[in-house]
T-cell receptor, first 116, second 110 residues
């Protein structure tokens, strides 16, 4: 593919529902990052994968948030029992470089989650 | 914790005027990156600065990294309507992850 893709682009969930957000990184990209971007704010780091290994999940705001990348390519961010404060755009980014990047991160279009 | 502060939050300019956004970190940075996010879009990488005092230019954009590697700036000369968007700086946190500033939202009046 030409770039990082994410689905769905928009998701409306009722408070308490579980949601799953998908990220397809650029083929061959080793590192994958998830960010949360609230309205009017910069992206905030959630978690980082190198291949299938989740090396850093220090940014996940609570144990309701869970991410996986079982085969080292597609990743899923799952939010259980959604709350209104979870409403945000969830961005995925990937890069060819192992470890925390020293270069460009390629961002996907994001999933806008609205919890009602 | 480590923070990356960015000012101003908003900037409205007339087309043709110059624009500058400033980024300050509470700690020394190994490098700093700049991204642009168009309205409704996603962040797009502009540049990375690594060396103390480094200055890089991309056409009408000039990026600087401070001598102490704790601050940076982006200057746009003679803004155009295509420059509209939010400009973010991002520094590497102590654990390695990128910490983004809150961004400067630029609007350009034709």
């Amino acid at each position: 593919g030409a770039g990082v893709s994410q689905s769905p682009r928009y998701k409306v969930a009722k408070r308490g529902q579980d949601v799953a957000l998908r990220c397809d990184p650029i083929s061959g990209h080793v590192s994958l990052f998830w960010y949360q971007q609230a309205l009017g704010q910069g992206p905030e780091f959630l978690t980082y994968f190198q291949n299938e290994a989740q090396l850093d999940k220090s940014g996940l705001p609570s144990d309701r948030f869970f991410a996986e990348r079982p085969e080292g390519s597609v990743s899923t961010l799952k939010i259980q029992r959604t709350q209104q404060e979870d409403s945000a755009v969830y961005l995925c980014a990937s890069t060819t470089i192992r470890g925390y990047i020293e270069g460009e991160q390629y961002f996907g279009p994001g999933t806008r989650l609205t919890v009602t | 914790g480590q923070q990356v502060m960015q000012i101003p939050q908003y900037q409205h300019v007339q087309e043709g005027e110059d624009f500058t956004t400033y980024c300050n970190s509470s700690t020394t940075l190994s490098n700093i990156q700049w991204y642009k996010q168009r309205p409704g879009g996603h962040p797009v990488f502009l540049i990375q600065l690594v060396k103390s005092g480094e200055v890089k230019k991309q056409k009408r954009l000039t990026f600087q990294f401070g001598e102490a590697k704790k601050n940076s700036s982006l200057h746009i000369t003679a803004t155009q309507t295509t420059d509209v968007g939010t400009y973010f700086c991002a520094g590497r946190g102590s654990q390695g992850n990128l910490i983004f500033g809150k961004g400067t939202k630029l609007s350009v009046k034709p």
